[in-house]
């Protein structure tokens, strides 16, 4: 019972954070149309799950998410994988810049950068 969870789908596309923009797979985000921005933590490769019976023991990190509403109010929404726990902490100096912008708060960057655990 010790493997990876069984991946329910396919690990494709790409997402880059920029200080000016993000891309999520081919789309690209300019800050400046953006209304706010909202990233969720939830996994990372190789965590330990306690109740998955036959599907694994250990994550395959995907249940993260991005969230992020441009100016006319639409809505764009994608999962991620996290190879580390600690992994975003790479992209801290573009939440900084988010923040800064308007875009996410203070206590939002320190929560999906796992500050205070």
């Known amino acids: 019972m010790w493997f990876p969870e069984e991946l329910k789908g396919k690990i494709e596309g790409k997402l880059i954070f920029e ?4 891309t999520i797979d081919n789309e690209v985000f300019l800050i400046k149309d953006l209304k706010y921005i909202e990233i ?3 996994d ?8 998955n019976a036959f599907d694994g023991m250990f994550s395959q990190g995907c249940n ?4 992020i ?3 006319n109010n ?3 929404k994608c999962f991620f994988q996290i190879n580390h726990p600690r992994e975003l902490l790479q992209i801290s100096n573009q939440l900084n810049f ?10 939002a960057r320190n929560t999906t950068l796992n500050y205070g655990f």
Do not use: F, P
Not at 64 to 67: A, E, S, V
Not at 98 to 107: D, M, S, V
């Open 44 to 51: 990372h490769k190789g965590r330990y799950i306690s109740r």
């Open 19 to 22: 200080k000016e923009k993000i």
């Open 98 to 107: 988010y923040i800064e912008n308007g875009l996410l708060t203070k206590e």
């Open 64 to 67: 993260n998410i991005l969230k």
């Open 74 to 76: 639409l809505e764009k």
């Open 69 to 71: 509403r441009l100016l």
């Open 40 to 42: 969720i933590q939830n």
